[in-house]
């Protein structure tokens, strides 16, 4: 199950606020603070405009104004708005045209939607410069669409290479301007946005020693030169609508997947924001949302690491009481299966009711599921997993060692003896042979109970059925949750090896 990564933030997206045909005096801003943002947007009259903000890969929505029947109104705050990129949202929720939010928040706007280039910010430099450029996008942008198409369509190698000339000519114009535009305002809310929506330009390739080409230069060029002018400390960032995407990009091409290198990655960058405000928040959110229950085996140990080092040690102030037991139940479900990590010793009792160790099986694979009689899923994969190990898993020296989960079996007297007697008809009945078949009496559970110590469930992450594991010859984990044959072809490597 995905646990998205606004359980941490709660950021409402395209959330309307409360709708009021007035403010209180109390929110009223003054000329030095607050903001103060006076809107006339054409056609709209007597009826409610909004305006909002980027956060990440979402939209907030952060007041709202009814304008009179001239179709004008003012936003009103006691308190300076983070700055960022903005939006005029209609209406009917759609949105309008951007504008620039520094830290001068006293202007006006005024715009007409039947025109794109016809918004007018006064009383704000930032917006000035920024008019300009979306001005200059307008007549440059549609003919680079149009190349865009035309070299989709092109039917001949002479099409495509004139039509990209075009385009390459056509964007490096684009770049040309803004480096202009940060050349003469250096401090300018626009070119710390220019600086970070840059991808690096990579040089010619060197040659190696051997006078080969180094192949491998343009992707390490891009990986040491990617983050070049961006301060992940300024919360500025954050409301941009490219930010997000740019972080989702490096780490999808330019980080290695191995988790020590994501780990190394993701510490940089939060202790480079840990003097924001937003970004920390934003960074240590998006990461626990990814690598919580990663889509990579392994990349558990990520979410582990923050767990450790920023949870636990108290940075997270900001999390209610609920949250926060879901961040560390589930930190301390993960940590004793970590891959490369030796397996949590299972001390359980077979169908005949003598102790099998988990550690007791000699093999050089062991294949450790936890399922369910009644579970439905296990009904289906359960025999899956012994015609895998009737097909090649026995001739590689395989173990399975089968935990049976079922609750039933926590409870003496006839719910236990019913349990076990499904148990062993379900065993029968599939010839499930060959295993060693195994569960924890009621007795052993309330005596770890008693003494405070993890049981089984926590110890393997076992929340949900069948949930499997394969060890090694020393029962170290080398792999858990992946598919039947991805167990096999795992098993196969390792032996050819």
Not at 31 to 57: E, Q
Not at 118 to 125: C, M, N, P, Q, R
Request: hydrophobic share 35%; glycine share 4%.
């Amino acid at each position: 199950m995905k646990h998205l990564l606004f359980i941490i933030l709660c950021i409402p997206i395209l959330q309307l606020p409360a709708q009021k045909t007035t403010k209180p005096a109390a929110n009223a801003a003054t000329a030095t603070s607050g903001y103060n943002i006076n809107v006339t947007v054409a056609p709209f009259k007597k009826c409610w405009l909004y305006m909002g903000c980027y956060y990440g890969k979402y939209k907030n929505l952060v007041d709202s104004v009814f304008v009179n029947e001239n179709g004008s109104g003012t936003f009103k705050g006691k308190e300076k708005l983070p700055g960022g990129i903005y939006f005029m949202v209609s209406p009917s929720h759609t949105l309008l045209f951007d504008f620039l939010m520094d830290n001068k928040q006293q202007f006006s706007i005024k715009a007409d939607t039947t025109r794109q280039d016809a918004v007018v910010i006064t009383g704000s430099d930032e917006n000035s410069l920024f008019q300009e450029y979306t001005q200059h996008l307008a007549t440059k942008v549609p003919h680079l669409q149009q190349l865009q198409k035309e070299l989709k369509d092109a039917k001949t190698k002479q099409d495509s290479t004139r039509i990209q000339d075009e385009l390459t000519k056509g964007n490096k114009e684009l770049n040309d301007y803004r480096d202009q535009i940060a050349k003469e305002h250096p401090d300018a809310m626009l070119t710390l946005f220019f600086n970070s929506m840059k991808r690096p330009e990579v040089p010619a390739a060197p040659k190696l020693s051997n006078g080969s080409i180094d192949s491998l230069y343009p992707a390490r060029y891009m990986k040491e030169h990617y983050w070049d002018d961006v301060p992940f400390n300024d919360d500025r960032l954050l409301r941009t609508p490219f930010f997000d995407p740019k972080v989702d990009e490096y780490y999808k091409y330019y980080v290695s997947p191995e988790p020590d290198s994501v780990i190394a990655e993701v510490n940089y960058m939060l202790l480079y924001a840990r003097e924001s405000k937003d970004m920390f928040k934003y960074l240590l959110g998006k990461f626990t949302d990814k690598y919580i229950n990663p889509e990579i085996m392994g990349q558990d140990k990520v979410f582990v690491f923050l767990f450790n080092n920023y949870f636990s040690k108290g940075d997270t102030t900001w999390l209610n009481a609920k949250q926060k037991e879901y961040i560390f139940n589930r930190a301390y479900s993960l940590m004793a299966n970590q891959i490369g990590e030796q397996g949590a010793q299972l001390d359980l009792t077979d169908t005949s009711g003598k102790a099998s160790p988990l550690y007791g099986v000699k093999a050089p694979f062991t294949f450790l599921v936890f399922w369910d009689p009644h579970c439905g899923h296990c009904k289906e994969q359960v025999p899956k997993v012994d015609s895998a190990y009737e097909a090649s898993w026995k001739a590689m020296g395989v173990k399975v060692y089968a935990v049976n989960t079922d609750e039933q079996l926590l409870k003496d007297g006839k719910d236990l003896d019913k349990a076990i007697q499904d148990w062993k008809v379900f065993i029968r009945e599939h010839n499930l042979n060959g295993w060693v078949h195994v569960y924890q009496p009621p007795k052993q559970r309330q005596q770890e109970v008693a003494s405070n110590k993890a049981g089984f469930r926590q110890l393997y992450d076992v929340f949900q059925t069948p949930t499997m594991y394969l060890l090694d010859d020393q029962k170290r984990i080398i792999a858990k949750k992946l598919s039947l044959e991805q167990f096999t072809d795992l098993m196969k490597a390792k032996l050819k090896k």
